[in-house]
């Protein structure tokens, strides 16, 4: 009986060890098996990985590729388009001596261009860090050596000078301290006058300020226009006016006495003549036109030489139809040729003589124009409204001044005199062939 009962256990322990290898053995098998799953889903994994890792590297290139070329442009006139800066563009502004273009944006950093590079391939820039901040206007000085920003979120004027080293490079040095903060309202402007006496700053209130180069204040001005659209300094350095909600354009006298002290800010004359208010206007380089755009649908042209503490009045020289908005911008050539009116997006070129529309630049920027301006020797149109700067040849200026001179042939007695206006329309008409035979940017 015990023999029986052990036999029968050794046979039931015999049942379970084989049991549990067998179980062992299928768990074994299952779970190589579920290895061997594993490895293949890891494989696959690393397989799908590895594009998928580059995929979205390559959709990130790619999608910072279409954003660096979201928005296309080209046209027989379009000489360059500038485009070293990462944010919007802001404002634009010619050196003096004609031969650096400054813009700033909002990517904390103000670009100085070589205007002489504009016709090249490559267009190098040097670049100047707004620290802690960013610029949404800049202005050369006079004498081309420094320029000022007004800071976006500091809302005072900051001084940055320019300086050579050794090595031929340009530094950019910010000043000790900003100017204080004056202002209540925003900013719409600010200018250096060309004579080195003042700096004018202007707000969307009623507002103007005029600086000395400390950053005193040495006059404030109520433009009494509800609220201001635009404000500048005259080329000449003379002059400030402003535009607004009102029909008319103001213009005052900022006056100085013989040691340079300054005496008073004196009103000098207003152009009336628009039926709304004014967005833009813009002046010669002599200061002896200006050219105004208006609400009513319409941008004019102004003779602003006059005597006016003998009480005269600028008088209306024409009065032309135009598409314009809320911040149209308009921009008169150096000699008066030229005028440029920006609505939206898009930029239309005038004759300003004849009042004929000569030019129509339909899409030049993914956002409305910011700033438009002329080179100081009139060859270029500039203008912003998205991350690039548009450089344009005037051909418009080209064509009015090979017509003046035909008309001054026409009219000429002497033969040095006709020798010499022939050879000029010669080398006028061949720089627009030239212009209008360049390859499209």
């Given at each position: 009986?015990?023999?029986?009962?052990?036999?029968?256990?050794t046979?039931l322990?015999?049942?379970?060890?084989?049991?549990?290898?067998?179980?062992?053995?299928?768990?074994?098998?299952?779970?190589?098996?579920?290895?061997?799953?594993?490895t293949?889903?890891?494989?696959?994994?690393?397989?799908?990985?590895?594009p998928?890792?580059?995929?979205?590297?390559?959709?990130k290139?790619r999608?910072r590729?279409?954003?660096a070329?979201?928005?296309?442009?080209?046209?027989p006139?379009?000489?360059?388009?500038?485009?070293s800066?990462?944010?919007?563009?802001?404002?634009?502004d010619?050196?003096?001596?004609?031969k650096?273009?400054?813009?700033?944006?909002?990517?904390?950093?103000?670009?100085i261009?070589?205007?002489?590079?504009?016709?090249?391939r490559?267009?190098?820039?040097?670049?100047?860090?707004?620290?802690?901040?960013h610029?949404?206007?800049?202005?050369?000085?006079?004498?081309?050596?420094?320029?000022?920003?007004?800071?976006?979120?500091?809302?005072?004027?900051?001084?940055?000078?320019?300086?050579k080293k050794e090595?031929?490079s340009?530094?950019?040095?910010a000043?000790?301290?900003?100017?204080?903060q004056?202002?209540?309202?925003s900013?719409?402007?600010?200018?250096?006058?060309?004579t080195g006496?003042?700096?004018m700053?202007?707000?969307?209130?009623?507002?103007?300020l005029?600086?000395?180069l400390?950053g005193e204040v040495?006059?404030?001005i109520?433009?009494?226009?509800?609220?201001?659209?635009?404000?500048?300094i005259?080329?000449?350095?003379?002059?400030?006016a402003?535009?607004?909600?009102t029909?008319?354009?103001?213009?005052?006298?900022?006056?100085?006495?013989?040691?340079?002290?300054?005496?008073?800010?004196?009103?000098?004359?207003?152009?009336?003549?628009?039926s709304?208010?004014?967005?833009?206007?813009?002046?010669?380089?002599d200061?002896?036109r200006?050219?105004t755009?208006?609400?009513?649908?319409?941008?004019?042209?102004?003779?602003?030489?006059?005597?006016?503490?003998?009480q005269?009045?600028?008088?209306l020289?024409?009065?032309v139809?135009?598409?314009?908005?809320e911040?149209?911008?308009?921009?008169?050539?150096?000699?008066?040729?030229v005028?440029?009116?920006?609505?939206?997006?898009?930029?239309?070129?005038?004759?300003?003589?004849?009042?004929?529309?000569?030019?129509?630049?339909?899409?030049?920027h993914?956002?409305?124009?910011?700033?438009l301006?002329?080179?100081?020797?009139?060859r270029?149109?500039?203008?912003s409204g998205?991350k690039a700067i548009r450089v344009?040849?005037?051909?418009?200026?080209?064509?009015?001044a090979?017509r003046d001179?035909?008309?001054?042939?026409k009219?000429?007695?002497?033969?040095?005199m006709?020798?010499?206006?022939?050879?000029?329309?010669?080398?006028?008409?061949?720089a627009?062939?030239?212009?209008?035979?360049a390859?499209v940017?």
């Amino acid at each position: 009986m015990e023999v029986a009962a052990l036999v029968a256990l050794t046979l039931l322990l015999g049942g379970l060890v084989i049991l549990v290898a067998l179980a062992v053995g299928k768990r074994k098998e299952e779970i190589l098996e579920e290895a061997e799953h594993l490895t293949e889903f890891a494989a696959e994994v690393s397989v799908a990985k590895g594009p998928a890792s580059k995929k979205p590297k390559q959709e990130k290139q790619r999608s910072r590729k279409e954003k660096a070329s979201q928005h296309s442009f080209s046209h027989p006139l379009l000489a360059a388009s500038l485009k070293s800066h990462s944010g919007n563009v802001t404002c634009l502004d010619f050196s003096s001596n004609g031969k650096y273009l400054a813009s700033c944006a909002d990517d904390r950093t103000v670009r100085i261009w070589s205007t002489k590079d504009f016709l090249e391939r490559e267009h190098k820039c040097l670049r100047a860090n707004v620290e802690l901040d960013h610029a949404t206007l800049v202005r050369f000085s006079p004498d081309s050596r420094a320029f000022i920003t007004w800071l976006a979120n500091g809302d005072a004027i900051r001084i940055f000078k320019m300086t050579k080293k050794e090595d031929g490079s340009i530094s950019f040095k910010a000043a000790p301290e900003d100017f204080p903060q004056r202002h209540k309202a925003s900013i719409l402007n600010i200018g250096i006058a060309e004579t080195g006496k003042f700096i004018m700053s202007a707000s969307t209130d009623t507002s103007i300020l005029i600086w000395d180069l400390k950053g005193e204040v040495l006059a404030s001005i109520n433009t009494n226009q509800m609220t201001n659209s635009y404000a500048a300094i005259s080329p000449c350095g003379r002059f400030v006016a402003s535009c607004g909600f009102t029909p008319d354009v103001k213009v005052w006298e900022v006056c100085f006495g013989k040691g340079g002290e300054f005496r008073e800010v004196a009103r000098a004359f207003d152009l009336k003549g628009h039926s709304a208010g004014v967005h833009a206007f813009a002046f010669s380089n002599d200061s002896h036109r200006m050219v105004t755009v208006s609400k009513d649908g319409t941008w004019k042209l102004w003779n602003t030489n006059v005597e006016y503490k003998k009480q005269q009045d600028p008088y209306l020289l024409k009065t032309v139809p135009c598409a314009s908005s809320e911040g149209s911008r308009v921009a008169l050539s150096p000699d008066g040729r030229v005028v440029a009116v920006s609505d939206g997006c898009n930029v239309a070129m005038y004759n300003a003589a004849s009042g004929q529309l000569e030019e129509e630049l339909n899409g030049v920027h993914s956002e409305e124009i910011t700033d438009l301006r002329f080179d100081i020797n009139g060859r270029f149109l500039v203008c912003s409204g998205d991350k690039a700067i548009r450089v344009f040849h005037n051909a418009p200026g080209y064509r009015a001044a090979i017509r003046d001179m035909q008309d001054m042939l026409k009219k000429a007695q002497n033969e040095a005199m006709k020798q010499r206006l022939q050879q000029q329309i010669s080398d006028a008409q061949s720089a627009l062939d030239a212009v209008l035979a360049a390859p499209v940017e």
